[in-house]
Every structure is written in structure tokens, then in C-alpha cells.
């Protein structure tokens, strides 16, 4: 059994705080120490895993670039299969597409048109969820397939910027592990 005040400090003590990037005015939550903390990161696939179930997805889908580790070691652990959403141009075969705004800019997401289907359940995973722009297009891709979203998993929320009730919503609970 997690003492789950301990996993917390835990986690919290492997955040780097880096300000002013990537541009003035915005503190940058790094979780790259975290990764590299094995002890750390298995604590966070752990808890995530505990948050959603095992038996309850058949996929686990990961947001490039940093969600990846994370939800590779869940689908790994859940006993599910990973599926990636990607970057534009990175995916061979025909893609599902989805335009969305970012804190900085815009970008778009794809993923593989036979990655999912009707009646696959499915969390999706990704590190940080600050406005909710990727979270929601990840949440359209997924839907677009016919799969069932269980959760929206992350490391942690930035609830100050509103991307949990983004993914709320669209009717998706969140399973943040952090709230800063």
C-alpha cells in the first residue's frame, strides 16, 4: 500500500521550477528529474496505475513527446497495448488529424486511423495539462475512432491555467497525481 503523502513528496521534490522559459513571465514545470529518478517514476506509473485499474483499458495512449515514457511503463504495467499520438508528418499510412492552439502557438495532432475502434476502452497519458489545447485534441482523435476515453491521465495539473475543465468538459474525468 502507497503512503500516498510520502509518494507525493516524493514526486514534488524530483520538479524542477525553471523560470521565464520558455518565454518572460511563465515558470516552466520540469519533470525530467523526475524520469530520471527511478525510483520517482516508478512511484508515478505506480500511482497512475492504481488511480485507473488494471482490466479497465485495452490501450493506453500516449502524447508526443513527453507523455510517451509515461504511458509506455503504464500500458506496460496495466497489461494494455500503447498507442502514440504524434506530430505531424511522423506516422506512416493514413492518419486521423486533429488542429489545436497551444500556449505559444498552434500545432497539429495524428494518429494512426487503425490505432483504435469502437468498443476499446482507453486512458490517455501525458506529463503536464496546462490549458487544455493537446488534452483536447487528444480527447477528439480518440473519439473520432469510436473508442471509450476512461480517464485523462497526467503528472500534474495546472489548475490556475484551466485545462482540467477543458477535458471536463468534454466529459473525461482527470487523474492528475500533482496540482500546482
Known sequence: ???RAAAEKLLWSRVRDV???????????D????????????????LMAVAIGRGTVDEVVGIEA???????ALAYHLGAGFVTLRK?????????????????GS?????????????????????????GGTAGAAIDLVRLTG??????????????LGGADVVRRRGVDVAALLTA
Open 1 to 3: 500500500m502507497f503512503d
Open 19 to 29: 523560470p521565464d522559459w520558455p518565454e518572460p513571465g511563465v515558470l516552466f514545470r
Open 88 to 104: 505531424p508528418g511522423k506516422l506512416p499510412g493514413a492518419v486521423h488529424s486533429q488542429a489545436y492552439d497551444l500556449e505559444y
Open 147 to 160: 473508442a471509450t476515453i476512461v480517464t485523462f491521465a497526467v503528472i500534474m495539473d495546472l489548475a490556475a
Open 31 to 46: 519533470l525530467t528529474p523526475l524520469m530520471a529518478d527511478p525510483v520517482a517514476f516508478a512511484t508515478a506509473v505506480d
Open 107 to 131: 500545432t497539429t495532432l495524428e494518429m494512426h486511423q487503425d490505432a483504435l475502434g469502437p468498443g476499446r476502452r482507453v486512458v490517455i497519458v501525458d506529463d503536464v495539462l496546462p490549458t
Open 66 to 72: 513527453r507523455g510517451f515514457p509515461y504511458a509506455a
